[in-house]
């Protein structure tokens, strides 16, 4: 069974870092475009990065460039998202999500609706 279960969550102050984890089962991690994504109260998801399946390429939303990194490393199935100089409006609900390589889904890899599967999600809160 497919499945995709997020960790590294937290509490952490304005400034500091977390980094969050995808870790994926029940397939093959490197035939998948991987994103991840945020929900914070009363908003919709939004798109933070994605990484094409062998990792040369990602891409990331204005909010976070210079601040965020997102990694892969397929042998252990994971996906990684380092967060840097965070403040209060990153606070959210984080989930990642994962579809078979396409060249159209990589396109739209910010997208929510390329996504096939998605994980439960990890709450992150940046607070004083």
């Known amino acids: 069974q497919l499945q995709l279960v997020e960790s590294g969550g937290g509490l952490v102050q304005p400034g500091g870092s977390l980094r969050l984890s995808c870790a994926a089962s029940g397939f093959s991690l490197r035939i998948y475009t991987i994103g991840w994504f945020r929900q914070a109260p009363g908003k919709e998801r939004e798109g933070v990065s994605c990484?094409?399946?062998?990792?040369?390429?990602?891409n990331y939303a204005d909010s976070v460039k210079g601040r965020f990194t997102i990694s892969r490393d397929n042998a252990k199935q994971t996906v990684y998202l380092q967060m840097n100089s965070l403040n209060p409006e990153d606070t959210a609900v984080y989930y990642c999500?994962?579809?078979?390589?396409?060249?159209?889904?990589?396109?739209?890899?910010?997208?929510?609706?390329?996504?096939?599967?998605w994980g439960q999600g990890t709450q992150v809160t940046v607070s004083s």
């Open positions: 990484i094409s399946s062998d990792g040369g390429s990602t």
């Open positions: 999500g994962a579809v078979p390589f396409t060249v159209q889904a990589r396109l739209r890899c910010l997208m929510t609706g390329a996504y096939t599967y």
